[in-house]
C-alpha cells in the first residue's frame, strides 16, 4: 500500500479510535456516575445503551446523505458533533441530562461507519480492502483500550466529570488534522499521480450489473441480509464487551476504577494487533475473482467461531484465564466485523450504493448492540451473576457463523433480475 492509502487508512484508524473512545468514556466512569445519580444497573443498561437509539436511527439517513454530499464535510460534521456531546456530558447534572447527551453522541456517531466504508472504496483497491477495512475497524478496539487508560487516569485524578472533558477535546485535535489533509483521490495534492491512476483504474467504479433503485431494490438481495444477521451477531458480543466488561471486572474481581483501566485495556490492544495480522492473511488469501466472488466470507465465519470461546467464561474462575478468553474473543470479533464490511464491498455492485449499504450493514450490528447492554443490565439484575450473558453472546456468534456460510452467496446489486450464485 503506498503512501497516500497509508495515511487514509491512518486517518480512519484514529477516526474510529476517537469515536470509541467517546463510547467507552461511560462504561469505566459507570461506578461513580452510578453512586452520584442512584442509578440501579438495570438504569445503567438503559444509559449504557443510550447513544445507540438514535446511532440506529440516523446510520442509514448519513449513509443517504454521504452518498449526496461526499466523505469530508459529512466526517467533519459528525465528528465535531459527537465531540461537541461528549464535552456535554461533563457538565451533566443528572440521570436525564447524560441521557440526552448520550443520544447526542450517537446521532454524531452514526456518520462514522457509513463514511469510513465510502473512504475505503474510494481510496482502495479491491485486493487491499480487506486489510483496510479491518486497520479502519480495529480502531474500535484501538479506542475502549486507550480510552480505558485515558478516562481511567483522569477519573481517578480529577474525578468523571474530567475523563469526559479529556475524551471530548480529542476528537477536535483529530478533526483540525481531518479538514486539512482529507481529500478523494481525484481532488488530492497529497497523491502521486502514478498512485492516483492506479486507485482510478483498480477500484472497480464501473458496475457489474445495471438499474439502480436505491435502499429498498438492495433490499432484495438475500446477501445484504446475510451481511446484517452476521454483523448483528458479532456487534452483540462487541457491546457486551464495549459495555459491561469494565463493571463485570470491578463486581467479580473487586478491581478499582485504575486497575479496571488497564485491564480493560490489554484485550483491545491485542485485539488490535490480531486483527491487522488477520485482515493481511485474508488479502493474501483472497486474490481477484476469488474477492468478488464473495470466498471473504470463509474468513468471517472462522473468526466467529474463534471469537464464541467465551462460553467457557462461567467456568474459569482465574482472572488471567478470563482476561485470555476475552482477548482470543475481541480479536476474533474486531476481525469478524471488519472482514464483514469488506465482505459488503466484495460483493457491492454499484460503487453509488456504498453509503446506504454500509448504514444498513452498520444498523443490523447495532440494532443487535443496542439490546446487548439492556439484556445484560436485566440478566445481572435478575441473576445476581454474569454467566447468561456470556451464554447468549456465544451463542450468537455461533449463529451468525452459519448465517455467513449460507446467505451470502449472491452479488448485491440495486437489481431483482442479478441472479448469479457463488460457491
Given at each position: 500500500m ?7 487508512c491512518?486517518l480512519?484508524f484514529?477516526?474510529c479510535t476517537?469515536?470509541?473512545?467517546d ?5 469505566v466512569a459507570?461506578?461513580p456516575?452510578a ?9 445503567m443498561?438503559y ?8 446511532y ?5 439517513p448519513?449513509?443517504i ?6 466523505t ?5 460534521f459528525?465528528?465535531?458533533?459527537w465531540?461537541?456531546?461528549?464535552l456535554?456530558?461533563?457538565l451533566?447534572?443528572?440521570f ?6 448520550r443520544l447526542a453522541?450517537?446521532?454524531g456517531e452514526a ?7 465510502r473512504?475505503?472504496?474510494e481510496?482502495?483497491?479491491p485486493g487491499?480492502?480487506?486489510?483496510a477495512?479491518v486497520?479502519f475497524n480495529?480502531?474500535g478496539?484501538?479506542g475502549?483500550a486507550l480510552?480505558a487508560i485515558?478516562?481511567?487516569a483522569v477519573?481517578s485524578?480529577?474525578?468523571w466529570?474530567g475523563?469526559?472533558?479529556a475524551a ?6 483529530w478533526l ?7 481529500r478523494t ?10 498512485e492516483?491512476a492506479?486507485?482510478l483504474?483498480e477500484r472497480?467504479d464501473?458496475?457489474?450489473?445495471g438499474?439502480?433503485g436505491?435502499?429498498?431494490a ?5 446477501s445484504?441480509w446475510g451481511?446484517f444477521?452476521?454483523q ?9 464487551f464495549?459495555t459491561?466488561?469494565?463493571s463485570y471486572?470491578q463486581a467479580?474481581r473487586?478491581?478499582?476504577?485504575l ?5 480493560t485495556?490489554?484485550?483491545y490492544l ?8 488477520i485482515?493481511r ?6 486474490r481477484?475473482e476469488v474477492v468478488?466472488?464473495?470466498r471473504?466470507?470463509?474468513m468471517?465465519a472462522?473468526m ?9 467464561v462461567p ?6 484465564l478470563?482476561l485470555?478468553l476475552f482477548?482470543v474473543s475481541l480479536?476474533?470479533?474486531a476481525s469478524?466485523?471488519?472482514l ?8 457491492l455492485?454499484?460503487?453509488g450504493?456504498?453509503g446506504r449499504a454500509?448504514g444498513f450493514?452498520?444498523?443490523?450490528g447495532?440494532?443487535?448492540?443496542l439490546?446487548?447492554?439492556?439484556l445484560?443490565?436485566?440478566?445481572v439484575a435478575g441473576?445476581?451473576s454474569y454467566?447468561?450473558?456470556?451464554l447468549?453472546?456465544g ?5 451468525g457463523a452459519?448465517i455467513?456460510l449460507?446467505?451470502?452467496r449472491r452479488p448485491?446489486?440495486a ?8 460457491a
Amino acid at each position: 500500500m503506498r503512501s497516500a492509502r497509508f495515511w487514509v487508512c491512518v486517518l480512519l484508524f484514529t477516526g474510529c479510535t476517537v469515536n470509541y473512545i467517546d463510547r467507552v468514556a461511560l462504561s469505566v466512569a459507570a461506578r461513580p456516575i452510578a453512586t452520584e445519580f442512584h442509578i440501579s444497573p438495570v438504569g445503567m443498561g438503559y444509559l449504557f445503551s443510550a447513544f445507540l437509539w438514535t446511532y440506529l436511527v440516523f446510520l442509514i439517513p448519513w449513509g443517504i446523505v454521504v452518498d449526496r454530499l461526499g466523505t469530508r464535510p459529512v466526517v467533519g460534521f459528525g465528528m465535531a458533533f459527537w465531540s461537541l456531546a461528549t464535552l456535554a456530558t461533563g457538565l451533566a447534572g443528572s440521570f436525564g441530562a447524560v441521557f440526552a447527551t448520550r443520544l447526542a453522541m450517537g446521532f454524531g456517531e452514526a456518520s462514522t461507519y457509513p463514511a469510513g466504508g465510502r473512504v475505503i472504496r474510494e481510496w482502495i483497491p479491491p485486493g487491499e480492502r480487506g486489510l483496510a477495512t479491518v486497520v479502519f475497524n480495529s480502531g474500535g478496539y484501538a479506542g475502549p483500550a486507550l480510552g480505558a487508560i485515558l478516562v481511567a487516569a483522569v477519573t481517578s485524578a480529577l474525578g468523571w466529570r474530567g475523563g469526559f472533558f479529556a475524551a471530548g477535546a480529542v476528537g477536535f485535535v483529530w478533526l483540525a488534522i481531518w479538514l486539512a489533509w482529507f481529500r478523494t483521490p481525484e481532488q488530492s495534492r497529497h497523491v502521486s499521480e502514478a498512485e492516483r491512476a492506479h486507485i482510478l483504474r483498480e477500484r472497480g467504479d464501473a458496475p457489474r450489473g445495471g438499474g439502480g433503485g436505491g435502499l429498498p431494490a438492495l433490499l432484495r438481495c438475500p446477501s445484504l441480509w446475510g451481511l446484517f444477521f452476521t454483523q448483528g451477531s458479532a456487534v452483540y458480543a462487541q457491546y457486551l464487551f464495549l459495555t459491561w466488561m469494565p463493571s463485570y471486572l470491578q463486581a467479580t474481581r473487586h478491581l478499582t476504577i485504575l486497575k479496571t483501566g488497564f485491564y480493560t485495556a490489554l484485550p483491545y490492544l491485542v485485539a488490535v494487533v490480531g486483527t491487522m495480522l488477520i485482515g493481511r492473511v485474508s488479502d493474501r488469501l483472497l486474490r481477484g475473482e476469488v474477492v468478488s466472488a464473495g470466498r471473504r466470507r470463509r474468513m468471517v465465519a472462522a473468526m466467529m467461531l474463534l471469537s464464541a470461546v467465551i462460553l467457557a467464561v462461567p467456568w474459569v474462575a482465574s482472572t488471567g484465564l478470563i482476561l485470555l478468553l476475552f482477548t482470543v474473543s475481541l480479536t476474533g470479533i474486531a476481525s469478524a466485523v471488519g472482514l464483514n464490511i469488506a465482505l459488503l464491498n466484495d460483493l457491492l455492485v454499484d460503487p453509488g450504493d456504498s453509503g446506504r449499504a454500509n448504514g444498513f450493514l452498520v444498523s443490523g450490528g447495532n440494532l443487535f448492540g443496542l439490546l446487548a447492554p439492556i439484556l445484560t443490565g436485566y440478566v445481572v439484575a435478575g441473576s445476581g451473576s454474569y454467566d447468561w450473558a456470556f451464554l447468549i453472546a456465544g451463542l450468537l456468534l455461533l449463529c451468525g457463523a452459519t448465517i455467513c456460510l449460507t446467505l451470502t452467496r449472491r452479488p448485491i446489486a440495486a437489481i431483482s433480475h442479478l441472479s448469479i450464485h457463488y460457491a
